[in-house]
């Protein structure tokens, strides 16, 4: 939603008309779905922070045995995804790419410390500056999991 700055309105199948705004929280919802499903089966159940904020959630997404998860969910096909600086307050983020369809595809994570190590680059929509995350640069899901389920046994000692 973000390549050309927000569109004014889209249409979702299934769905029906969302503003510019409802499409981002729309999209952002459905990376955390995904995630949370991936993770979800692997180690156990967790719950998705859908509360609205009028000043979003913090960079805080989610919770596992309580490691924070950030999930960030792009909707073009591209290899890169931009976190904006200072907003990514949890301790691991997840990557995830929709572009529409029934299928939403899981990209990866990286601890957050890592994560404001990368390039950055000044946007092109506004006064702020993004970290850019390559996808080449993400760890996969299974380690996310492997991290998870270290937490789980350190919490039930």
Not at 45 to 50: E, P
Not at 99 to 128: H, K, P, R, Y
Request: hydrophobic share 45%.
């Amino acid at each position: 939603t973000w390549s050309q700055g927000l569109l004014d309105a889209a249409f979702i199948e299934g769905v029906g008309s969302l503003t510019r705004e409802q499409m981002s929280i729309f999209v952002g919802s459905v990376g955390e779905y995904a995630v949370q499903c991936v993770l979800g089966r692997a180690v156990g159940s967790c719950g998705i922070d859908s509360e609205l904020r009028e000043r979003g959630d913090f960079g805080v997404d989610m919770k596992h045995y309580g490691m924070s998860i950030q999930v960030k969910t792009r909707k073009k096909p591209r290899t890169t995804s931009l976190i904006k600086v200072g907003t990514n307050r949890a301790l691991v983020a997840c990557f995830a790419e929709w572009t529409g369809g029934a299928v939403v595809d899981v990209l990866g994570w990286e601890w957050t410390s890592a994560i404001n190590a990368m390039q950055q680059e000044v946007s092109v929509f506004g006064e702020w500056v993004n970290i850019v995350v390559h996808d080449i640069d993400l760890l996969p899901m299974s380690r996310l999991v492997q991290e998870l389920e270290t937490w789980k046994a350190l919490q039930c000692r």
